[in-house]
């Protein structure tokens, strides 16, 4: 079975299982996964936890010792197997596939890694464990979500923000949501009424917000012009490598422009399918290759080459200004591209 991150605690009001299988790119979610599992499991006998990294250099035999049938006058353990950020290998794989199927009520065994690709969450390991016990899925919220992820968090700490705060707690700690808890239990100490406003917040908090290349390219497709300018300048306040998002786009832009093509020869879907675009992300896809013309591509790539060129050969050019009249292009619908040509 497969739940959420924050239906985790409303799961564990009912009898463990013996086997989580905890997944994501958020680190928030996912040691607040693991405390939460740990604690139950505490309280159920099992006092013993035993950590193993499923690296290359991993003794297998180790994690079936732990498993072993226990005695009388042992303690349940619990066994966490954390994945590397590859994933598991095919020689983990079958280590996993029989432990998962091995396991008996004395041992809890917790699986831990990172944000699963399609292929991953069909290999048949995965596929398993998931039908033998829970799939956590501690994915970051995105921006359309992080309000009502920053209004769950408020209530459990009985604080009572008003629709204000609540887009500013999110707009200002978008990527960094091990601040946005620390920012929560400072303003719950300080506002024992919890009554939080924008006033309350700008006297309280400062930003925490955090950005990566893949939020700015993200707004890029969803066609968020003023987001995607928000991020940048973001990014060029914490010195991020100018190159790092040329190389981010330039991947995007060639593959739109090849799916421009293939559109043409096969229905969209086919297309998505081919190049394994996540169901989420389609309708970005989709709206970018509406907007964007093969031509208007071919023009943002040369811009993108401007900017490399700048970067590796004009020492004392900065790339910035190009890279952001980018991210102004890339959002600009059709018909205003239309009226200014």
């Excluded at 501690?138 to 992820?149: A, E, G, S, V, Y």
């Excluded at 999110?170 to 100490?189: I, M, T, V």
């Excluded at 389609?282 to 031509?295: E, F, G, Q, T």
């Excluded at 811009?303 to 020492?315: D, G, I, M, P, S």
Aim: charged content about 25%.
């Amino acid at each position: 079975m497969r739940i959420f991150a924050d239906k985790l605690t409303e799961h564990l009001k009912k009898p463990l299982m013996g086997l989580y299988l905890l997944f994501g790119n958020e680190p928030l979610l996912l040691q607040e996964s693991r405390v939460a599992i740990e604690k139950k499991a505490l309280e159920q006998g099992f006092e013993e936890r035993h950590r193993f990294s499923a690296d290359a250099h991993l003794n297998w035999d180790q994690v079936y010792d732990c498993c072993q049938a226990l005695s009388l006058f042992s303690s349940k353990k619990i066994i966490e197997i954390e994945l590397p950020e590859t994933g598991a290998n095919a020689a983990a794989a079958k280590e996993l596939l029989a432990l998962g199927q091995s396991l008996h009520p004395d041992v809890l065994l917790v699986v831990i890694g990172e944000k699963l690709t399609k292929a991953q969450e069909s290999a048949k390991w995965f596929k398993t464990l998931s039908s033998l016990g829970c799939w956590v899925s501690c994915l970051t919220p995105d921006i359309n979500k992080l309000p009502q992820f920053v209004m769950i968090r408020c209530r459990t700490l009985g604080l009572k923000p008003d629709q204000e705060a609540v887009q500013m707690l999110a707009q200002w700690h978008e990527g960094n949501l091990f601040a946005l808890s620390q920012s929560l239990e400072k303003l719950a100490l300080l506002y024992p009424d919890g009554l939080l406003t924008l006033i309350r917040l700008e006297e309280s908090l400062s930003r925490h917000n955090h950005f990566t290349v893949f939020h700015w390219v993200d707004a890029l497709l969803e066609g968020q012009a003023n987001r995607s300018q928000r991020i940048l300048r973001q990014l060029i306040t914490e010195g991020t490598e100018p190159v790092i998002l040329i190389r981010s786009l330039q991947k995007e832009l060639l593959l739109l422009l090849q799916m421009h093509q293939d559109v043409t020869q096969m229905p969209i879907g086919s297309t998505f399918d081919k190049y394994r675009i996540w169901q989420s992300k389609r309708p970005w896809y989709a709206a970018s290759l509406k907007r964007l013309s093969r031509d208007r591509l071919k023009q943002l790539i040369a811009l993108l080459t401007q900017a490399e060129r700048v970067t590796k050969t004009q020492y004392e050019t900065s790339p910035w200004p190009i890279l952001q009249q980018i991210s102004v292009e890339f959002c600009l619908p059709q018909s205003v591209v239309s009226k200014l040509a």
